[in-house]
């Protein structure tokens, strides 16, 4: 297929329909490949509501025709597959982040979408309130390079960034005032920091062996479990 004119960022193949699939590039255009007996249908009609790249895409972990999206004009984008594509975006959280918002994981069993951007923070989205954030945290000094939920704890999810640290996060733990650990403050939901590796790119979770995480970056791969979850 030869219809993306430049590169592009965001891929993921449909968790619910066997061969769905879904790519965006830097001209913000998304198309959707509808599988056949040997080959795929590619839609021609774009999906192109961002007004740039498009960074990140994720389909919705339940329901078969519903994705989201997250782009380099600062928005995150809910859309069903099943309108015209001029009219499938159904929901748009504008300046979701300060800056470029990087990835998208959407939680498996609950209705919360986790978003990291160039500007080093997390959020935290109640997909029943999306008019403002459900939970931010700001611990990393550099972009977010991945996000990923636990496969089967809701309140668990991990972040990478380019400030060389992997971070576990549980939102099952209460609200407090924040550590302080060397002057610096904690947040009481940041359970444990990775560190070690140069230029992390991406994050995921073992779904099989729980708590136990794989990242890759520059120099190398590294596999870890940690007590914490």
Not at 17 to 28: E, F, M, N, S
Not at 157 to 162: K, N, V, Y
């Amino acid at each position: 297929f030869g219809g993306h004119v430049e590169e592009g960022y965001g891929m993921d193949w449909s968790p619910t329909r066997q061969g769905y699939l879904l790519t965006g590039d830097c001209t913000r255009h998304i198309h959707l490949w509808t599988p056949r007996e040997s080959d795929w249908l590619v839609s021609q009609q774009t999906f192109s509501a961002h007004s740039s790249s498009v960074e990140d895409i994720q389909w919705s972990p339940n329901e078969d025709h519903v994705f989201s999206s997250c782009s380099t004009d600062k928005s995150i984008r809910v859309w069903d597959d099943r309108a015209a594509a001029h009219k499938a975006c159904m929901i748009t959280v504008p300046n979701a982040h300060d800056s470029d918002v990087n990835v998208i994981n959407w939680n498996r069993s609950e209705p919360f979408i986790v978003s990291g951007g160039d500007d080093g923070v997390i959020k935290i989205w109640d997909l029943r309130k999306l008019d403002s954030h459900a939970a931010l945290f700001k611990h990393h000094s550099g972009p977010i390079t991945s996000v990923e939920w636990h496969p089967t704890d809701s309140s668990v999810f991990g972040a990478s960034g380019e400030d060389n640290q992997v971070s576990l996060w549980d939102l099952g733990v209460e609200s407090s005032e924040p550590l302080v650990i060397d002057d610096t403050e904690v947040p009481p939901q940041l359970l444990f920091i990775h560190q070690g590796q140069e230029e992390i790119k991406e994050l995921h979770w073992h779904p099989h062996i729980p708590g136990v995480v794989a990242t890759t970056s520059l120099d190398n791969f590294n596999i870890f479990k940690t007590i914490s979850v």
